[in-house]
């Protein structure tokens, strides 16, 4: 059992178009994330939830929405997608709370946008 | 702004051999993280390290947290081809939301 599953795994796409990048986790946590991994490998935190509460919204362009059904789901969606948008999104899921809390990670979603 | 750093960038070693790899961050933090990536994997969760002077150690790895000089290290002890992989740290930024700040990653290639 996959803890923290995303789909796709890969994404190609071509500029101006919208598309959305599903994840769910069945750790029961309370909090999900998502993470961009540019190029360099470097990782920055766009947005969390707690129980399908936006808590941390980074600056992050307006065509980026997450959309959190229920505490289980975190699902990103893309509007008018840029050639700077590629990169390797994680999703993300911890227990907060607690003070040995860490993040379990998503295998990545690769998007390519032509 | 927390700002996280990793040194180095880029390491190159020698099975059997040693060597550290460094993390520093800029302001106050009580949590410590250090993960492994693989190419093209994800990131996989190494130490948690709480507070000033922990030390945990997991096969030929070993992590240390200084919150008072803001550093934390990770230890390699004569490594192996298996440990090649991207590095990272990162920093909770603040307790209440659990804001990890990466650092830059820190790229291990083991040759024999």
């Known amino acids: 059992d996959t803890a923290v599953s995303q789909t796709p795994k890969y994404l190609v796409t071509q500029m101006g178009n919208d598309k959305s990048i599903k994840c769910e986790q069945n750790l029961g946590h309370d909090t999900m994330y998502w993470y961009k991994q540019d190029s360099k490998k470097f990782l920055k935190i766009m947005f969390s939830y707690n129980n399908k509460e936006l808590i941390i919204n980074e600056t992050v362009p307006n065509r980026f929405s997450p959309k959190s059904p229920d505490k289980a789901h975190l699902n990103l969606h893309i509007n008018s997608l840029e050639l700077g948008d590629s990169a390797v999104y994680f999703c993300a899921s911890s227990q907060t709370g607690g003070r040995n809390e860490k993040l379990f990670f998503g295998s990545g979603t690769q998007l390519s946008v032509l | 702004e927390l700002k996280v750093e990793q040194n180095p960038l880029f390491l190159s070693m020698q099975e059997g051999k040693n060597y550290t790899i460094y993390c520093n961050y800029s302001?106050?933090?009580?949590?410590l993280y250090w993960y492994r990536q693989d190419p093209g994997k994800s990131l996989e969760s190494l130490f948690v390290?709480?507070?000033?002077?922990a030390v945990k150690q997991e096969g030929r790895l070993m992590a240390s947290l200084d919150t008072k000089a803001r550093l934390s290290t990770l230890h390699i002890t004569a490594a192996v081809h298996d440990l090649s992989a991207t590095y990272f740290c990162a920093v909770d930024e603040s307790y209440n939301t659990d804001k990890l700040i990466f650092g830059t990653g820190t790229r291990l290639q083991v040759f024999p």
């Open positions: 390290l709480l507070s000033n002077g």
């Open positions: 302001t106050t933090s009580d949590r």
